[in-house]
């Protein structure tokens, strides 16, 4: 005698039940593609609805509520290693959804579009998270008309390029003819008579216009820095040095990128000078000037550069 461990327990021709009329407008209107709750005689909508009130037992009204399709993930469970009888053959969600507009929640299954099995939960998935109802093309009055439910799209990557024309105006154009020229070139004020590089045609203090050009050095130090972390393709390395450096001879700093030493080692007060590029790369450009480097010299104290800051 063969004892068999596989036991089946089979209706044949399916379980037929009768599912009632709260049960069934529900069902219906997943066929026709809505989700639709019941009221409670508190006020209460509940979804999936249910005939009877869980907190107080008493029969619920007949006013019936569309609710979502849009919804909230209340709690979740990851499925990392997908059963056959799962409802897919790849990592997902079993997740609580709350509808917009009712008060209890579906459990159903979360799609999150992960392929690979026993990988760990995305960092998307959260209590919090909204979701939409997947439906299926042909629908039956089921709960699996709903094939799952999608995360929202949040978030979108659209490619973006424009371009355009920058005209400087005169004060610009002649501060790039002399960078063009390997002249650092400044405005002085009439009013202050502070040097302000790049030339603006305006003091930015006194808003009187300038007209008398000084030649600047090449030299200076730094008033104030950033370290970056974020690739940028003028920068030589990362993480890379922005700073702000007041040229000797000069009433404003000047923004800039300063390289030629470890990130960890610029500092407030150092002295620098331009790094050029090779002669025949200059053009009317202030990419001319790569960045501004360490010099060999004693750093300035910080009460001659605090007004700078």
Request: charged share 25%; hydrophobic share 40%; with cysteine.
């Amino acid at each position: 005698m063969r004892s068999d461990p596989n036991h089946v327990l089979e209706f044949p021709g399916g379980y037929t039940r009768s599912v009632g009329p709260v049960i069934g407008r529900f069902l219906s209107e997943l066929r026709d593609g809505r989700l639709v709750g019941v009221r409670t005689a508190g006020g209460r909508v509940l979804f999936p609805p249910t005939e009877y009130d869980p907190d107080t037992g008493d029969d619920v009204t007949d006013e019936y509520v569309e609710v979502g399709p849009t919804g909230t993930v209340t709690t979740w469970s990851w499925v990392a290693h997908p059963a056959k009888e799962h409802p897919f053959d790849r990592p997902f969600a079993w997740a609580l959804i709350r509808p917009d507009g009712a008060d209890t929640a579906l459990l159903h299954a979360l799609d999150l579009g992960v392929f690979d099995e026993g990988a760990k939960p995305p960092k998307s998935l959260k209590s919090g998270m909204r979701v939409r109802p997947k439906w299926r093309a042909e629908r039956t009055g089921a709960i699996g008309d709903i094939e799952c439910f999608l995360p929202e799209v949040t978030m979108i990557n659209a490619p973006t390029r424009l371009e355009y024309e920058l005209r400087g105006g005169r004060a610009l154009d002649r501060f790039l003819e002399g960078i063009a020229q390997g002249t650092i070139l400044g405005h002085r004020c009439p009013v202050c008579e502070q040097v302000i590089v790049p030339m603006r045609g305006l003091c930015p203090k006194d808003g009187v216009p300038t007209t008398e050009e000084v030649e600047l050095p090449d030299t200076g130090t730094v008033t104030t820095f950033a370290v970056n972390n974020i690739p940028d393709p003028r920068a030589p390395e990362v993480p890379f040095v922005s700073g702000y450096v007041l040229l000797d001879g000069a009433g404003v700093t000047m923004l800039t990128l300063i390289a030629g030493v470890p990130a960890a080692e610029v500092r407030m007060g150092m002295r620098v000078k331009a790094a050029w590029r090779p002669r025949e790369e200059w053009a009317k450009s202030m990419a001319n000037i790569k960045w501004f480097e360490p010099v060999d010299e004693p750093d300035v104290p910080f009460d001659a550069i605090k007004d700078y800051l």
